[in-house]
């Protein structure tokens, strides 16, 4: 077995088979560090003597049921296989869905080796849409429910002043999640990818372009934001599991270290943090006045 990394991310551990497959898709590439049993050191794959050479197109891998489904696409020599959303339309909508969300969430490392870093962003702004929007009427519903069972007691001072979510401001923020979630979803998406996208550059880890900092982001905050679904400790969750996944992912997908995407994260919460605390500011010294 050959075990894999890449940008400080273990993509687990391969036959030499499946090795040769994944670099005549592009699902593997030369550059990746590798390491078998006797090595003493990791070594990009285009030191072994068995992959010294770009491998010829290989076979599919026997039992792959994407492979073996009828009118799939062939992936050419260099082309990432996808992740499975971008096989719906041989898998269907919701098992290629659910397949992605397991995959993003739990294997980061494999999900954003195998994403698709050119094409339209059709494909990934829509699944970043299904599951932001179902995501945040899930916050919607459960901040109903906390409102009716725990309304702000009358008289309520300091942050319960400052924000008083009664049952009918709640139900309204709920009807605006209805409403307005995918244009907030997708907006709000597009300008987290694009602060990230900048303090990536900033840390010279920016290897692509804005496109695929974008799909990082649309597959780490689609799948996360269906820790929504958790009551009421799901929304902190879904935002550390969002920066993991994004963390990853950029380290991945811009073949950078994971320490450059790291600190780009990381400077993307800080600004989001002083963002935050600027409106804090701004809105109780309004409500004082």
Not at 115 to 131: E, F, H, I, K, Q
Not at 163 to 171: C, K, R, Y
């Amino acid at each position: 077995m050959i075990h894999i990394g890449r940008a400080g991310v273990n993509l687990g551990s391969f036959s030499e088979f499946e090795v040769r497959q994944g670099l005549a898709t592009g699902r593997f590439l030369l550059t990746d560090l590798g390491w078998k049993e006797g090595m003493e050191n990791w070594t990009p794959l285009s030191h072994f003597e068995e992959f010294a050479t770009p491998p010829p197109p290989m076979p599919p891998l026997p039992g792959s049921e994407l492979a073996e489904l009828p009118g799939a696409p062939a992936a050419e020599a260099g082309e990432r296989v996808g992740l499975p959303w971008d096989h719906r339309g041989q898998i269907g909508f919701f098992a290629a869905f659910a397949e992605t969300v397991w995959l993003v969430l739990f294997n980061p490392g494999e999900a954003f080796a195998r994403m698709r870093t050119s094409g339209g962003l059709a494909d990934p702004l829509l699944y970043n849409l299904v599951g932001g929007w179902f995501g945040a009427i899930c916050a919607g519903i459960y901040l109903v429910i906390m409102t009716r069972l725990q309304p702000p007691p009358a008289g309520a001072t300091g942050m319960r002043a400052l924000f008083p979510f009664t049952p009918e401001a709640a139900m309204q923020e709920l009807k605006i999640f209805i409403f307005m979630g995918p244009v907030i979803v997708t907006v709000t998406t597009m300008i987290f990818a694009g602060i990230a996208h900048l303090f990536l550059m900033l840390a010279g880890g920016a290897n692509k372009s804005f496109m695929v900092t974008l799909r990082v982001f649309c597959f780490s905050y689609g799948s996360a934001q269906l820790l929504q679904i958790i009551p009421f400790c799901g929304n902190l969750m879904g935002g550390i599991w969002m920066l993991v996944c994004c963390m990853i992912g950029l380290a991945v997908a811009h073949g950078t270290s994971m320490g450059r995407s790291v600190a780009a994260v990381a400077l993307f919460f800080f600004a989001c943090f002083l963002c935050c605390a600027g409106l804090l500011v701004l809105a109780t010294g309004a409500a004082y006045k």
